[in-house]
């Protein structure tokens, strides 16, 4: 009885490697040039992974490789998403102070409001709009996958997704060069410039690239900052899914939106279980190794599932829509600070 489970098991474990892993190990080489290139050209991994993806949209259609990258796209992804708790405890979050938390929080909340607000001067819908804003107030590119997951699908769900995660990458890079000067400029120093750069800069490797070259403490402050935003995934993805479920919840869409998803589920038992010092460093540093990886393949295979000349159908709008939340929540955080 014992021998024929386990040769059952065997033979429908062979079988889905068979039929992923041609998809899956393209992933992943992307996943790896794209990390080369960052290690010794500084590029940003997330858009090389996407621009590399891209490039190879026609793998997408290749019979072998089609299934691995669904695979790496979806699962892949929400594995990722879920070990990003991995990065977080409460010890770090309390560290930063209340008034900063709060300050944080609040960003995040008025960033996600603002978007959705003046989404129609955009000619953007309010699923997109909340997208965009989510990424650019929670952390870029890892939100922009966690989120488009709770959507509702339609045609353009995946060219938005491509467009929301090259545009905030590229305005994360372009801020972590321009904002530590501009807020030594304009008077932020210590706590505060870090509080600055990891409240408003999109993605969690260009705040600590422009927090530690300020100095250490503001590199401290301003990534811990930023890991505070990425706790906020997971109470913004549930509280977005009971509300889209409630909105369509007669059109016949809800039996797919899960209430809470199986991978915010495991980031927040993942994020709860590091708080009170259950996972031992070995596998704590193993998650979070495996988190970053497993989000840049799923980075390459969307992008391989993208036709470039698709993303016209998006229109400068919502690139407009991108910069407008971006500058929203930097005006936002230094008005409070400067209170």
Excluded at 33 to 52: H, N
Excluded at 188 to 205: E, P, R
Excluded at 241 to 268: D, M, Q, W
Aim: net charge positive.
């Amino acid at each position: 009885m014992i021998s024929q489970f386990l040769n059952q098991f065997y033979s429908q474990f062979r079988h889905r490697v068979h039929r992923y892993y041609p998809g899956v190990i393209l992933a992943g080489i992307l996943a790896l040039a794209a990390q080369f290139i960052s290690d010794y050209y500084g590029a940003p991994t997330m858009l090389m992974a996407l621009l590399f993806g891209m490039a190879l949209n026609f793998l997408s259609k290749e019979k072998r490789c089609v299934e691995g990258i669904n695979f790496t796209a979806k699962k892949v992804l929400r594995i990722g998403v879920c070990l990003l708790g991995a990065r977080i405890s409460f010890d770090m979050i309390s560290a930063v102070g209340l008034v900063n938390v709060a300050i944080t929080l609040i960003a995040v909340v008025a960033t996600i409001g603002f978007g959705i607000t003046v989404s129609k001067w955009f000619n953007s819908d309010r699923y997109f709009a909340f997208l965009t804003s989510g990424s650019v107030a929670i952390c870029g590119a890892s939100a922009a996958l966690a989120i488009a997951a709770i959507l509702p699908k339609n045609k353009k769900r995946d060219e938005e997704l491509i467009f929301t995660v090259a545009g905030v990458t590229i305005l994360s890079t372009f801020a972590m060069i321009l904002y530590p000067i501009l807020g030594q400029k304009i008077g932020l120093s210590g706590d505060a410039l870090g509080v600055f750069l990891g409240a408003t800069i999109h993605d969690v490797a260009q705040v600590v690239g422009a927090g530690y070259s300020v100095d250490e403490p503001t590199g401290d402050i301003a990534t811990i900052v930023k890991l505070l935003r990425v706790a906020m995934l997971a109470p913004v993805v549930v509280i977005a899914g009971l509300i889209i479920r409630f909105k369509i919840g007669g059109s016949g869409e809800h039996e797919s939106l899960p209430i809470l998803p199986i991978f915010v589920l495991g980031f927040i038992i993942i994020l709860l279980a590091n708080s009170f010092g259950l996972l031992p460093q070995i596998v704590k540093e193993g998650f979070q190794i495996t988190s970053r990886w497993f989000l840049v393949m799923a980075i390459a295979a969307v992008g391989m599932k993208i036709d470039m000349s698709e993303l016209r159908h998006i229109g400068r709008s919502a690139f407009f829509l991108i910069i407008a939340e971006t500058v929203f929540v930097a005006v936002f955080v230094v008005s409070i600070l400067f209170i």
